[in-house]
């Protein structure tokens, strides 16, 4: 079956930074775009950043742009983000996510505190 296994996140003072990983397995990664979203605690999932298939091209939400970095490696089947510069305000669960395949990863608790 389609799988995403997230592994990272955790506890960072503002101004740090953390990466994010996502390992994909049941289906062809190559082929399919990636995202990531969040939620914070009492508000939608949002989208944070989306790659294409090959890596190509990349968007981010405008919250985020010039601090996290969404990347792929299609030889090891992976998705990654790199956060940096994090605020308060990134605190949330992240996920990682194929639309095509309607499938999320499990879940990974990101929490920007002093």
């Known amino acids: 079956q389609f799988q995403l296994l997230q592994s990272g996140g955790g506890l960072v003072q503002p101004g740090g930074s953390l990466r994010l990983s996502c390992a994909a397995s049941g289906f062809t990664f190559s082929l399919r775009a990636m995202s990531w979203y969040r939620q914070a605690l009492g508000k939608e999932r949002e989208l944070v950043a989306i790659?294409?298939?090959?890596?190509?091209?990349?968007d981010y939400a405008d919250s985020v742009k010039g601090r996290f970095t969404i990347s792929r490696d299609n030889a090891e089947n992976t998705v990654s983000l790199q956060m940096n510069s994090l605020k308060p305000e990134d605190t949330a669960v992240y996920y990682c996510h194929c639309s095509d395949l309607a499938t999320w990863g499990q879940g990974t608790q990101v929490t920007v505190s002093s």
């Open positions: 790659i294409s298939s090959t890596g190509g091209t990349t």
